[in-house]
């Protein structure tokens, strides 16, 4: 089963199963703990800017582009927090393997519940400061660059590895 959910089991580390999965869970977190931040600045900005007086004069176009942007925020948040509710609740229940599982497919998920938030964020702005054509234009590099960072090149960087080329071991 770990395997089959993509992490390497390494027996050249020494490890027993459960000190690898209890380095893998605390690997996530660690990972969890970097994208959190950046979603919380995000959510605080969003949940602040209906309190501000220009927004009033936002179009029908930005204000739902800002209530989308809110939610994938939220998804975002939910995501990322969401592994360590799952720690919490089946702690000491020998559930390990199904956690790292669980935590890494929800870590994936709200990574790209902020990509999306993020690229919500970037058009709602650009919107609002250039409009049309420009706020289009931002917004698609905007995905593109994130799409590539955080998706195209890890996985071309893992097929190329999955092809026999020389690495260096991971767990």
Not at 27 to 50: C, H, K, M, N, S
Not at 140 to 149: D, G, I, M
Request: proline fraction near 2%.
């Amino acid at each position: 089963m770990f395997e089959r959910e993509g992490w390497a089991l390494d027996s050249d580390r020494g490890e027993t199963e459960v000190a690898r999965l209890n380095r893998h869970f605390n690997e996530i977190l660690q990972e969890i703990r970097v994208a959190q931040t950046g979603v919380q600045i995000l959510f605080a900005f969003l949940l602040t800017l209906p309190f501000s007086v220009r927004f009033v004069e936002t179009t029908s176009f930005q204000q739902w582009v800002y209530l989308t942007t809110l939610m994938t925020t939220l998804a975002a948040t939910g995501l990322l927090v969401g592994p360590v509710a799952y720690h919490r609740l089946t702690s000491g229940r020998q559930m390990r393997v199904q956690l790292v599982a669980t935590a890494n497919r929800l870590a994936l998920g709200g990574i790209g519940a902020l990509l999306l938030a993020l690229v919500g964020s970037i058009l709602l702005v650009t919107d609002v400061v250039l409009g049309g054509v420009w706020a289009a234009a931002f917004t698609v590099v905007s995905l593109l660059w994130l799409t590539v960072l955080w998706y195209l090149l890890p996985l071309a960087r893992r097929r190329r590895l999955g092809n026999g080329e020389s690495r260096l071991r991971e767990g």
